[in-house]
């Protein structure tokens, strides 16, 4: 009696303890999908202080990391994009109050794949942002894509005749 | 010199309390034991009930210094006190004094060699790891720390109170010299049985093939617990033998107390109660007998079982997760650690083991030196009834060996067979004395090192220098131990309270912040699967199943398959009219197995996933349940492909059931969106563990040191051979 007892208590305490519900869940918060860049590929978009930044230049831009960095007299990016449709190119970028004192207003101008997209006049030092739509057929999903810029009048350099274009931000395609 | 004091008083103060305790155990139970058997007896029963009351103390968060000096004090009063009263206990048969001046040379000589290198400061691996990193953690709160997780905090740990007091006093190798303690006492108990029971020329020689053992030396004079399993084991056969003699039923009382603790001491210790308890019934066949036993063992095991049920919801954790689910051990990752442990790695042929175990060393962590070689000579103790008795209990106690194969997982199972080697060798006139002889001289450390493994884990010098702090501890515990070269670095850039993940264990005992290692919690295996997400799992295959326009109130993804891999889904999408249905506020998650990670599977991050963390078992399921019926015509699941797995989809019909509606499925993949490693490291950072401690050799070491700004992790420290970052 005794023996079965115990049995049957053992039996219940092992039974309570496997039935053990876990219940459901509500929703958890929902993250961001796109967080970042990784490395070791290009993509549409680049600014300046991506840790891969250096992988878009092609020439005449520095290679100092941070928020702006120099164009020089050819400055050229290359990028890729999975998906053309409605694609937007955009180029974020600053003329120097020290440059623009020696140049006056200067004319900036962008070509992708060697075809020129858009230009701008800046008639002051500050901030820019150059915004343009891609026509159809100008680049193809998953190819590379070269773009130029170009300013005018450039800034140089008395000592050495180097030339400073304008400083650039960021440059990309976006949709 | 004053450290070294605290150290020499945390010891001796535990092993007097231990010896105090005991005696007063005996005293009321009124064993007719002989003089010296009676010391011995006292301190290993009185550790196994002193290690219970100071794992009640660490229940309410009192285990402090003053706690134990007072407590203790009071308690060798009290035995003192008692004893005066006492008539003095007989001696034991004599020995042959020529044996016993070899004995005594033999055993002052390895005493001397273990003694300096248990008082050195600890360095071995699972000591200055998971042994005393519970006790420094332990001695940190005063008592046991629940929301700290790791299979080895959920171990039984009456080794561990017995640190834990000697800690408080003397720190690390106080530790260490109350486990010293246990392997000076083995010998002698097997010289008093040998004495007691008419063997006293095979116990003198099993007592020095014992303690001049290199594994046993290793282990005993490191912040181990295997020697005193061993020690206990031992004396719970020894007084089994004594109670068949005298019949005296308090013996059971005893035999029960240490059954009980061996079990506090180590899982793989719990055989000595059922052993017990198969004993008695053989030789007495009477329910009474077992009670007697049986009750202060289970008072000496329920506070483990009940500990682990009440924390965990496993009474027997970290083993047995998957008849006992809980959120803080992976069944599956269990059963990794499990079949890793009782792999021989590197051995190529059975016939190599015996090698490795007696002279090599290197591939079952540790020896038994050359003489074990011998050990088929044991079978000719058969012809005794205690040499039977003896070997089958030398079988026994090897069993846990099947589940570990390191050497001293042997260590309980090594007295008994000593011994029956010596009752074998016995008849032999000489034979005994020049093999105890031959033992001595090629255990002895140097003469070993001249032919085991470099690496095989002995004791291989004797630190005096290092044991009397001539040398100071930082310097020889950075020689010993690489990791502690950032020890500084850690302690100055990591805030109290906050967590380290590692997917390598670390010296804890020494760094004094909490390591959250891969493979021994939940918490960590999660770390380690989102960390490593980018490179082993990106979630890029897609599994659409598509389906006639249907209206339910849940939905949800049944694996109708069974397969050794874990099925895991990152992501599971309900579209309807081609587009995703939007995830609603209502909605509740559940899954099987391991439904309290359902939510990684709908919380839109690639780098977390859901997993049954378990074989794959059938009708595994992940599920939703929305808070209104909703019109839906596919399911997408985007996962690491489990190719074992057949998922079918099962919609809930108003009458509550649920219908398969469909187990077609169009695989893709797909590139996943950029900043997968961002998201990793948001995401362990989300699980509370702001710093990583990553060694070279580790999966995604390499891609963290050359893309740290795509981790957004920022290196705080190097130093041989890992790296210590803090993720911003």
């Known amino acids: ?175 | 010199m004053l450290e070294v004091l605290h150290i020499l008083f945390g010891a001796a103060f535990t092993v007097a309390v231990s010896t105090a305790v005991g005696t007063l155990l005996l005293r009321r139970l009124r064993l007719d034991l002989h003089r010296l058997e009676a010391a011995l007896f006292a301190f290993v029963a009185g550790s196994g009930l002193l290690s219970l009351v100071i794992a009640l103390l660490c229940v309410v968060h009192q285990a402090r210094r003053g706690v134990f000096l007072w407590g203790g004090m009071a308690v060798i009063a009290w035995a003192l006190w008692q004893e005066r009263e006492s008539p003095r206990r007989t001696a034991l048969l004599p020995a042959p004094a020529s044996w016993l001046v070899v004995f005594y040379v033999i055993f002052a000589a390895f005493f001397l060699a273990y003694f300096f290198n248990a008082l050195a400061p600890e360095v071995s691996p699972d000591g200055s790891g998971y042994h005393l990193g519970n006790v420094a953690r332990m001695w940190n709160r005063h008592g046991f720390v629940w929301d700290y997780h790791s299979i080895y905090s959920y171990l039984s740990q009456g080794t561990e109170m017995l640190f834990l007091m000697a800690f408080a006093f003397g720190r690390h190798s106080a530790a260490a010299l109350v486990h010293f303690a246990f392997l000076t006492t083995l010998p002698l108990l097997m010289v008093c049985y040998g004495r007691r029971f008419g063997l006293v020329r095979p116990s003198l020689f099993a007592a020095i093939l014992i303690y001049a053992s290199p594994v046993i030396g290793m282990d005993g004079v490191a912040a181990y617990t295997d020697v005193a399993v061993a020690t206990v084991i031992f004396a719970v056969f020894y007084a089994l033998q004594v109670w068949d003699d005298s019949r005296n039923p308090n013996y059971l009382i005893l035999i029960g107390l240490l059954a009980g603790s061996a079990y506090g001491i180590k899982y793989t210790a719990f055989l000595a109660f059922p052993v017990a308890v198969a004993f008695v019934w053989w030789k007495s066949g009477k329910l009474k007998g077992v009670l007697l036993l049986s009750i202060p063992a289970a008072l000496m095991i329920a506070p483990w079982i009940l500990r682990n049920w009440i924390w965990i919801g496993n009474p027997f954790a970290p083993f047995l997760n998957a008849w006992f689910p809980n959120p803080y051990y992976h069944a599956g990752m269990e059963k990794i650690y499990v079949d890793g442990l009782n792999q021989y790695v590197g051995i190529k042929h059975n016939w190599e083991i015996p090698l490795q175990l007696t002279m090599r060393g290197s591939l079952v962590t540790g020896l038994f030196g050359p003489v074990f070689l011998l050990a088929p000579f044991a079978l000719l103790g058969l012809r005794h009834r205690q040499g039977r008795r003896l070997l089958l209990a030398a079988v026994l106690f090897a069993l846990p060996t099947y589940f570990n194969t390191g050497a001293r997982f042997l260590i309980p199972s090594a007295p008994f067979l000593a011994l029956a080697m010596g009752l074998g060798l016995a008849d032999s006139p000489g034979v005994l004395a020049a093999v105890a002889l031959f033992h001595t001289v090629v255990c002895w450390p140097s003469v070993l090192t001249t032919y085991c493994d470099t690496w095989a884990w002995r004791v291989s010098s004797v630190p005096v220098e290092a044991a009397l702090r001539w040398e100071p501890e930082v310097p020889y515990i950075a020689r010993h131990l690489r990791d502690y070269a950032l020890k500084v670095p850690i302690e100055q850039n990591v805030p109290l309270g906050q967590k380290i993940f590692s997917f390598a264990g670390r010296p804890e005992a020494y760094i004094d912040r909490d390591i959250v290692v891969q493979y021994e919690s939940t918490l960590g295996n999660l770390a380690q699967d989102i960390l490593q997400a980018p490179a082993a799992h990106p979630p890029k295959h897609r599994q659409r199943f598509s389906f006639l326009p249907v209206s339910t109130r849940g939905v949800r993804v049944l694996n109708i398959a069974s397969a050794k891999s874990f099925w895991t889904v990152a992501e599971m999408r309900v579209w309807s009219q081609g587009r995703e249905l939007p995830r609603a506020v209502g909605w509740r998650v559940s899954a099987w197995p391991n439904g309290w990670e359902a939510p990684l599977a709908f919380d839109n991050s690639y780098a977390t996933r859901w997993s049954t963390w378990q074989a794959m078992p059938p009708r595994a399921r992940l599920q939703i349940d929305f808070a209104r019926a909703e019109r839906i015509d596919a399911v997408l699941l985007e996962c690491d492909p489990a190719w074992e797995a057949r998922v079918q989809v099962e919609v809930l019909t108003d009458t509550g059931r649920w219908a398969a509606i469909t187990d077609t499925v169009e695989q893709s993949t797909d590139d996943l969106p950029d900043g997968i490693r961002l998201a990793a490291t948001r995401d362990v950072k989300a699980l509370g563990i702001r710093y990583l401690w990553i060694n070279d050799s580790d999966f995604c070491a390499e891609d963290m040191k050359n893309y740290a700004k795509f981790w957004a992790i920022t290196q705080v420290a190097e130093g041989n051979g890992t790296r210590f970052y803090r993720i911003d």
């Open chain 1, 1 to 175: 009696m005794l023996r079965r007892t115990l049995l049957v208590a053992i039996a219940e305490v092992l039974t309570v303890a496997c039935g053990r519900r876990v219940g459901s869940f509500p929703l958890p918060a929902q993250q961001s999908l796109s967080l970042g860049p990784d490395p070791g590929g290009l993509r549409g978009m680049v600014r300046m202080d991506d840790p891969d930044a250096d992988a878009f230049l092609v020439r005449d831009i520095g290679t100092q990391p941070g928020v702006f960095r120099w164009a020089f007299r050819y400055p050229e990016l290359r990028f890729r994009v999975k998906d053309v449709r409605n694609l937007k190119f955009a180029v974020e970028f600053a003329i120097p109050e020290v440059t623009f004192r020696v140049t006056g207003p200067v004319t900036v101008s962008c070509a992708v794949n060697g075809k020129t997209l858009a230009t701008m006049r800046c008639g002051h030092a500050g901030d820019y942002r150059l915004e343009h739509a891609v026509p159809q057929g100008l680049v193809e999903p998953r190819q590379p894509i070269r773009v130029t810029f170009d300013a005018n009048p450039r800034w140089v350099s008395p000592d050495d005749g180097a030339q400073l274009s304008f400083m650039l931000h960021s440059a990309g395609f976006t949709q």
